[in-house]
Structure formats: structure tokens, C-alpha cells
């Protein structure tokens, strides 16, 4: 492409604009024509057209679909009102015992021993001492009617009880306005969850269930349990709590489903 | 009125199907394929009927999080584009004259003239009384299933709209019972549209030119 040269005028530099950033980049500008986006975009809807054929594969697909998500991550936290409170229900309503799932089968659970089970606490927290199982009975306990709902489609009404979860972050003088709240736990799984969500009215950390301690399937001796959150984001059998401004992938949302789940 | 203007009229003259109708029908359809398949994937992953279970084939994404991405991806393709077309439809008048008003008698008459195999196909600018019905019946569905999702996505956020379903089960059955009505639309008006192909290559081209109160 031939450059004219600029005519005098006051508006204009002096010298001729620098040439060399498109120079460098014709092979690509050249590459980018009407036909090629167009083709690009009408090959997508093809391809989603054909039975059997899986574009997500496809990794430019695959990062796009994972774009959207952490998009949606955004909208969830936006209409998010944490003052709204979820339907409770009535104790007939219960499911006793609950329905389990994990990564794994029901028989493959490793129960967790209550005498030497320890609560690590680290990250933005005041005192760090670890928390063992006693000390959660020794605090107001509280209790929640609420349905869980499992990502997968399936529900039941729960009747769980234990420390609200925001008088215990409280407790041990938590950054409160930290981003996240980081759980390990005894079967290797791994969870967070955002602030809001931790300090809501119906988010605490339960020991028992329609009012008998959590069986070993349901996360003897400490789980989480937030009326606003998808089942996988409750975390069982927890062995350490972290309060941190830095987000680290937990195990589903790496395996693709959307972190921020809430209902 | 100046001779200018009648002749530019007569050239380039209202579309029976006008571009931003054409443009949003085959956006919602591309949408409208991936949320269908994208949905089924959903579906196997905790099945309403035993006796039901979509080949993988015909899902779209590899597990369950990859259908469930393609959902929440394909949901703002499916209600932008939706809201626009009802803003579009009612703004313009387009509802109005082409969908209203639909007559019973004429939709017997209509009935029995396709049990006989005599409908008459010969203009495409006016719709008979089942295709009204048919249309504004798939508009409310359309409807229905974006709220009954809405109550399925956000049961605690937006109580208030699940509230309206009765409980999440009956949500998730009525999302599911729209998607079947979606879908054998879709079987019907493809195989209407292959039987009289003008009508498919109006949606692409436009169609004939009509007088304004027809468009």
C-alpha cells in the first residue's frame, strides 16, 4: 500500500506518521478479511447444528464459555440481597437422613475422629488458634429449615443447626471485608465462598442435623450450610477456614462449573 | 406525496419479513438450538422420567458444568435478543397487524381445510388463524420458560418469581414441559417451512414487498 505524503498544514506533524507497527503486523492484517470472520462465525452455528459433533472442545470455544462464566460470577454477586432471607419450612418438611453425594461414592466416605479433629484457622484472621470440636457447642447455636438444591437437579428439605457462621468470623476477628472465605477439608475437597454470602443470616457452621449430630456421610463433626448456595458449595468435614482477598480454584469450579453457584 | 418518494417505495418497499425480524429470528434460532441441546445435557445429569434420557448425541458439551456453561451462556442470547423482538413487535404495530385478530370461526375453517389437505399456500404476507395462534402461542411460552428458568437459576434471589411456580420441583417440570412445546414447534414449523419453500427463503431474503398495513 503506497503512503501519500501528508500536504503542509499546521493540523499535521511534521513528519510522516511511523509505518513500522503496520509493517510488522501485515501478515496478520492481511489475514483479517470479511469473508474469514464471516466463516468463522457461521461454522460455529454449523457445528452446533451437527448431532454428535462436540465444539467444546474446541478451546477458543472453551475459553470463551469460560469467560461468560466468570461473567455470570459478576451478575450473581450483583443481584445477590443480603438481606434477603431464604423460604424456610416446617419440621414435617424434613428429610431424614439426608440425601448424600460427594465426588465420590457413600461407601468410599473416611469418617472424620472428633478427638483429634482440629479447625486450622489462617489468613486474614486475628487469632489463629485452632478450634476443636467442644467450642462449637459452647457458642449461641442456631438453626435452619431451608431446601438444599443440588446442581444437578435434585432437592430436599434440610433441618441443619450449629454457629452462625458470621458471629463466628466475628469471633476470631476476621477481615470482615475480605473477598473470600477458603475451606479445606478432610477428604481433600476444596471450597470458597464470597464475604457476602459468609456473613448472611442463614450461612452457619453446622454440627447437627434435625437436631442429632451430622452422621459421618453428612460431615461429622463441622460442614457449612448457606441457604444461597448450590449443594457443592457447602462444604463437609472441615479441617482448616481461610479469609483471604486472593482467590484460589476450588475443586468443581476447575473442573468447570461456576464458582459463584448461588440460588 | 412526491413521485420520488412512491418510486423509492416501490424499490425499496416494506419486506414482508423486514431485515431486524430476519436478523433476530436466526439469532434466536442458533440460541434457541443450544439451549435446547444444552438443556438436555442438564437434564441426564438428574432425569424427571426415568424413562427419559437424551442420547448424548444430540447434547451439546462433554459433562454436565459443559452444558450447564453453554445454558448461561446461550440464556442472554435467548432473552436480549427476546426482549428486543416483543419491544420490536409491539412498538412497530407488527403484532398487531399481523397476528390480530384471531377469529374462531376461522380457525375451524382453517383446521378442516389442512385435515382435507386443502390449505392454500399462495400468500405468504398473511397468516391464517392457526399459524396466529401458533405464533403468539409460542411467544408466551417463550415467556413462561425464561421465568420458570429464572426460578430454577435463582430460587432464593428471585423468591418472589419461584413463588409463582409452587415449589423448584414443579419449576423445573414446567422449564421442561416448555421446552417440549418449543421443540415440537420447531418440529412442525421446519417441516412446514420445507414443505413450501418460498417461506424459507423469505425469512432469508425478505419476502415479497407488501402494502404498509400488511408488513
Avoid at chain 1, 469418617?111 to 467450642?135: F, H, M, N, Y
Amino acid at each position: 500500500m503506497a503512503v501519500r505524503s501528508p500536504s503542509p498544514s499546521i493540523f499535521r506533524p511534521k513528519q510522516a506518521i511511523d509505518q513500522s507497527a503496520l509493517e510488522e503486523n501485515k501478515a496478520l492484517i492481511e489475514g483479517i478479511n470479511r469473508r474469514n470472520v464471516l466463516r468463522g462465525a457461521v461454522s460455529l452455528g454449523a457445528l452446533s447444528m451437527l448431532t454428535g459433533c462436540d465444539v467444546s472442545d474446541d478451546s477458543a470455544v472453551r475459553s470463551m464459555l469460560l469467560a461468560v462464566s466468570a461473567w455470570n460470577d459478576r451478575v450473581q454477586e450483583f443481584i445477590f440481597r443480603p438481606n434477603h432471607l431464604a423460604p424456610t419450612f416446617s419440621e414435617a418438611q424434613v428429610l431424614k437422613p439426608p440425601r448424600f453425594n460427594a465426588y465420590y461414592p457413600l461407601e468410599s466416605v473416611r469418617p472424620v475422629d472428633a478427638a483429634t479433629w482440629k479447625l486450622e484457622l489462617s489468613g486474614r484472621i486475628a487469632d489463629k488458634r485452632p478450634w476443636c470440636a467442644q467450642q462449637f457447642d459452647e457458642l449461641p447455636q442456631q438453626e435452619l429449615i431451608v431446601r438444599h438444591i443440588c446442581v444437578e437437579g435434585w432437592d430436599y428439605i434440610g433441618q441443619w443447626s450449629g454457629v452462625n457462621f458470621g458471629t463466628f468470623l466475628q469471633r476470631v476477628g476476621a477481615d470482615l471485608s475480605a473477598k473470600y472465605v477458603a475451606f479445606k477439608c478432610a477428604d481433600d475437597y476444596t471450597e470458597s465462598i464470597d464475604m457476602p454470602t459468609a456473613l448472611h443470616a442463614q450461612t452457619i457452621l453446622a454440627t447437627r442435623y434435625a437436631r442429632e449430630p451430622i452422621t459421618d456421610p453428612f460431615g461429622f463433626p463441622l460442614r457449612l450450610r448457606t441457604a444461597t448456595k448450590l449443594g457443592f458449595k457447602n462444604p463437609k468435614w472441615i479441617t482448616a477456614i481461610e479469609v483471604t482477598n486472593t482467590f484460589t480454584p476450588t475443586y468443581w469450579s476447575s473442573r468447570g462449573f461456576n464458582w459463584f453457584s448461588g440460588i | 406525496m412526491p413521485a420520488a418518494h412512491v418510486k423509492s417505495n416501490t424499490r425499496y418497499g416494506l419486506r414482508l419479513h423486514p431485515l431486524p425480524v430476519r436478523v433476530m429470528h436466526w439469532i434466536n434460532a442458533a440460541a434457541m438450538i443450544i439451549m435446547i441441546m444444552s438443556g438436555w445435557k442438564i437434564y441426564n445429569d438428574d432425569v424427571i422420567f426415568s424413562w427419559l434420557r437424551f442420547p448424548d448425541a444430540v447434547t451439546l458439551g462433554t459433562w454436565a458444568q459443559h452444558g450447564l456453561q453453554w445454558h448461561f451462556f446461550g440464556m442472554w442470547i435467548v432473552v436480549l435478543n427476546g426482549l428486543v423482538y416483543l419491544i420490536y413487535g409491539l412498538a412497530t404495530g407488527r403484532f398487531r397487524r399481523k397476528l390480530f385478530p384471531i377469529s374462531l370461526r376461522e380457525l375451524v375453517a382453517t383446521i378442516r381445510e389442512a385435515m382435507a389437505f386443502r390449505l392454500k399456500h399462495d400468500d405468504l404476507t398473511r397468516y391464517n388463524a392457526v399459524q396466529k395462534l401458533l405464533y403468539v402461542g409460542i411467544m408466551l411460552v417463550g415467556i413462561v420458560v425464561v421465568l420458570s428458568g429464572l426460578s430454577i437459576w435463582k430460587p432464593v434471589q428471585f423468591s418472589e418469581l419461584a413463588t409463582l411456580f409452587y415449589d423448584f420441583q414443579t419449576a423445573r417440570l414446567v422449564h421442561f414441559l416448555c421446552m417440549t412445546a418449543i421443540v415440537l414447534f420447531l418440529v412442525v414449523h421446519v417441516a412446514l417451512a420445507l414443505i413450501v419453500p418460498r417461506s424459507l427463503v423469505a425469512m432469508l431474503t425478505g419476502g415479497p414487498v407488501v402494502k404498509e398495513e400488511n408488513a
